[in-house]
């Protein structure tokens, strides 16, 4: 069984950096998956963030562009957020989640984390 | 980006009732590249529907999903005490990936 689980601060200061990591069993993160960053607001809905692929593929909200940064840690099966110079705004529920290539023909993000909250305030 | 709009905003329905849930895109969706999903208050949200009518892994057979191009829907033929939640419909076809705004399907 496919698992991930978030983990990180709760609490980030403004115009410093959050920084997360997504920690998987059950699977690789080499077996050709893309590793997934969601986020939500308290009480509204869901921001994709981005992902990345062992193979080096990373892909990004453009809203979110220039202060993302993902990482991956083959010999910890794990990957990793930066989101840096965060704001209020940034507070949300951070979920990771596994999003199967297009041509397995099986969907989209079938694997979450249970997300963390993480707060931006002083 | 395509945007997705769902309606109604919120369906109010009495167990064993049937629930049709709406999602809207602005552009085609290609490939019929959208999915489904449901999340209750403190959880994750949860795959129900990708490919706009292929049924995730242990999903029960009430919940269909049809649609192509543009205009979308979930339908859950007859609601259980535990469909109560919100759902959300999600493109996956282009990037930015993107998400309607969310349909609570509460108990009336």
């Known amino acids: 069984q496919v698992q991930l689980q978030e983990s990180g601060p709760g609490l980030v200061k403004p115009s410093e950096t959050l920084s997360l990591t997504c920690a998987v069993s059950?699977?690789?993160?080499?077996?050709?998956?893309?590793w997934t960053w969601i986020r939500q607001p308290a009480g509204k809905g869901l921001e994709w963030i981005g992902s990345?692929?062992?193979?080096?593929?990373?892909?990004?909200n453009p809203s979110l562009r220039s202060r993302v940064t993902f990482s991956l840690d083959t010999s910890k099966n794990q990957f990793s957020l930066q989101l840096s110079s965060v704001t209020a705004a940034d507070t949300a529920v951070y979920y990771c989640?596994?999003?199967?290539?297009?041509?397995f023909g099986s969907g989209s993000l079938d694997y979450w984390g249970q997300g963390t909250l993480v707060t931006v305030s002083s | 980006e395509i945007v997705l709009t769902q309606s109604p905003g919120t369906l109010s329905l009495s167990p064993g009732e049937r629930a049709t849930l709406s999602c809207r895109a602005s552009?085609?969706?290609?490939?019929?590249?959208l999915a489904w999903y449901q999340q209750k208050p403190g959880q994750a949200p949860r795959l129900l529907i990708y490919?706009?009518?292929s049924r995730a892994t242990g999903i029960p057979d009430r919940f269909s999903g049809s649609g192509s191009g543009t205009d979308f829907t979930l339908t859950i033929s007859r609601l259980e005490p535990e469909d109560f939640a919100v759902y959300y419909c999600?493109?996956?076809?282009?990037?930015?990936?993107?998400f309607g705004q969310g349909t609570k399907v509460e108990i009336k």
């Open positions: 989640a596994r999003d199967p290539p297009r041509h």
């Open positions: 059950g699977d690789s993160i080499s077996s050709g998956y893309y």
């Open positions: 990345i692929h062992h193979r080096g593929n990373t892909y990004y």
């Open positions: 552009q085609i969706v290609s490939s019929s590249y």
């Open positions: 490919g706009a009518s």
């Open positions: 999600q493109q996956y076809g282009s990037s930015p990936q993107t």
